[in-house]
């Protein structure tokens, strides 16, 4: 199971996949839930992830001599999929016996196409694909019989010289029957690779929910991997899974649930919030919100230990979030605001600009609006579109995709860059705005006081400022493209 070589610290698997600014560093969860229903079958498997422990191409083949595998199933994002083919080329090469298979957001969009330019590639997995790969690894075992592959639910292949996919997989339902994923990480990771600045390092990111109920246009894994469809662990499921790593990642921090919307049903959360409190479960949380939580909901999440949320403001113009569906009013937005202060949750706001309909003025209201909603932390970043989303094919179909290639979705420092020009509103300019955008938020004198007050207040916040500071910090000051000032 691979997290495949790229550039150093790339962040495949979130839902804008490059190497960030703050040093995000995203679990390979996915990878991992499907790693760890293969070993409850008893087959052998090894999860690698080469960007969190600097494993190069090289590297990986020289390892691969130790042990030649039979299956390599390799995650994929857009930003790197010609890397992520040219990796699958080498690995056949030096194993022409192993099945290779591709998984994730790119090929469950684009998969025909990535096996037409990749003939080293023997399958790909499209949308949720836990129980597909499991399925591979029997066929394998069982002696690879080309007329058995038809059989196997949500897969591509060539046959005959032409891609054919067979039927879609349908979702899975009974989350609860997985392997809890941070035991996986207990077998395979180092947790002190991973980082994420919503929570306290180090941390455990976890689900306790697949699916998101919401239309916002460019999110990705709704829209090529985990389908619309909310589907929930149990409370006690979720809570048990806390307690198994307060006792087993005793150095832990925090939990960071990485849900699409925890607070997606607003009743639930607050029961999982009072089974925490009942459980005595002590360790900080954070989670994916939205900016519609109602005061009683946050108070609750409070005192269940809950430090912090991560909420897509994205706009300050009403009529560019009707653009995206996102399905928010800018005045209830400003009220979450100021009941997340009340219930003592830290807030981090992630802001857009390129988004449809945008311009000059609509980004000056946007960098207003951070500033009036003053969020404990904000990411200003280009509108990323993949192939597979709404988002991608409206600006398509308009012709403001400006891109020759996948590479270019990342600048030559793996860094996000944006792909789109909107009429007035050119790549480069979109992604310079988003630069001042945070150098103004970010080096305002009342910031930088109400951070030295928090790190005095809050010692336990310290690590997090300084671990995301140390590579933001140059970003900030020196623009995303090398030498910009």
Known sequence: MLNPPYFPKFSRPQRSPGVTKSGTLYYPMFLAYATGVLEREDFPVELIDCPAEDITLTGLLARGQQNTPQLI????????????MDVCKALKHQFPETITVMVGTHVSALGAETLQACPELDFYCHDEYDFTVLDIARWVEGGKKPDTRDQIQGIGYMKNGQPVQTPVRPLFEDLDSLPFVSSVYKRHLNIEKYFNPNALPPMITILSSRGCPYQCIWCIYPQTVNGRKVRNRSIANVVEEMAYIEKTFPHAKSIFFEDDTLTANKKRCKEMADRIREKGIHITWSANARADVDYETLKEMKRA???????????????????????????????????????GILVHGCFMAGNPGETPQTLQETLDYALELKPDTAQFYPVMVYPGTEAYEWYRSRGYLDVKDYSQWLTDEGLHNTIISLPGLPARDLVDWCDNARRTFYLRPAYIISKMRQALAHPREIGRLARASKTFIKYLFRGTFTGKK
């Open 73 to 84: 199933v390799m995650d994929t994002s857009t930003p790197s999929i010609l890397n992520d």
């Open 305 to 343: 230990n809950c430090r912090m949320v991560c909420v897509g403001f994205e706009s300050g113009n009403q009529q560019i979030l009707e653009n995206m569906k996102k399905g928010i009013k800018i005045e209830k937005a400003k009220e979450f605001m100021k009941d997340a202060r009340k219930a």
